[in-house]
T-cell receptor, first 114, second 114 residues
Framework: KNQVEQSPQSLIILEGKNCTLQCNYTVSPFSNLRWYKQDTGRGPVSLTIMTFSENTKSNGRYTATLDADTKQSSLHITASQLSDSASYIC?????????????FGKGTTLSVSS | EPEVTQTPSHQVTQMGQEVILRCVPISNHLYFYWYRQILGQKVEFLVSFYNNEISEKSEIFDDQFSVERPDGSNFTLKIRSTKLEDSAMYFCASARGLSSYEQYFGPGTRLTVT
């Protein structure tokens, strides 16, 4: 069954600290993996998109890694800020289409406190 | 920076009523999507639209739902006879292409069916 599992479900960290969010998937075939940031009551915003051949991709303080062999990805946030408080969603694309090929995770809720 | 817009931001309707949710995708995008997110749950794909026709739809997108691109800019989702379980955030998204092209999400419409 095609599934995307994210951990932890929620996380609280102090401002300035680093954190790592995990995404494990059992999706086949595989085309690409996306990380989105979703602020409360807003639409998801893309952080990174990684294809099979990419191991690491950065977007400012966000660094995503992908191990296609173990079917694992992580999102590392460096020097967290209050504005990083959001839900982070891992999405795996099974093909070069979108739509039903996109398998969404439930997300990790990150709270950054001062 | 261009963005996807959605109206209204919040819609309250009575069960059995028809609702139309409106979206204005980014102007040079060709692929359009509707998703929904029930409170506390993951984002779910509803339908994709390309070249003035539905290219894919999920099991959720039954006969009660329809989409239309009535002019060159708007993209609408109609629910003919709303049910309590239709209460959710509805997100419109657009993309320039498929595969690794980024999907841009709108801010969402919160639909509450009473």
């Amino acid at each position: 069954k095609n599934q995307v599992e994210q951990s932890p479900q929620s996380l609280i960290i102090l401002e300035g600290k680093n954190c790592t969010l995990q995404c494990n998937y059992t999706v086949s075939p595989f085309s690409n993996l996306r990380w989105y940031k979703q602020d409360t009551g807003r639409g998801p915003v893309s952080l990174t998109i990684m294809t099979f051949s990419e191991n690491t991709k950065s977007n400012g303080r966000y660094t995503a890694t992908l191990d296609a062999d173990t079917k694992q990805s992580s999102l590392h946030i460096t020097a967290s800020q209050l504005s990083d408080s959001a839900s982070y969603i891992c999405v795996v694309n099974r093909s070069n289409q979108a739509g039903t090929a996109l398998i969404f995770g439930k997300g990790t809720t990150l709270s950054v406190s001062s | 920076e261009p963005e996807v817009t959605q109206t209204p931001s919040h819609q309250v309707t009575q069960m059995g009523q028809e609702v139309i949710l409106r979206c204005v995708p980014i102007s040079n995008h060709l692929y359009f999507y509707w998703y929904r997110q029930i409170l506390g749950q993951k984002v779910e794909f509803l339908v994709s639209f390309y070249n003035n026709e539905i290219s894919e739809k999920s099991e959720i997108f039954d006969d009660q739902f329809s989409v239309e691109r009535p002019d060159g800019s708007n993209f609408t989702l109609k629910i003919r006879s709303t049910k309590l379980e239709d209460s959710a955030m509805y997100f419109c998204a657009s993309a320039r292409g498929l595969s690794s092209y980024e999907q841009y999400f709108g801010p969402g419409t919160r639909l509450t069916v009473t």
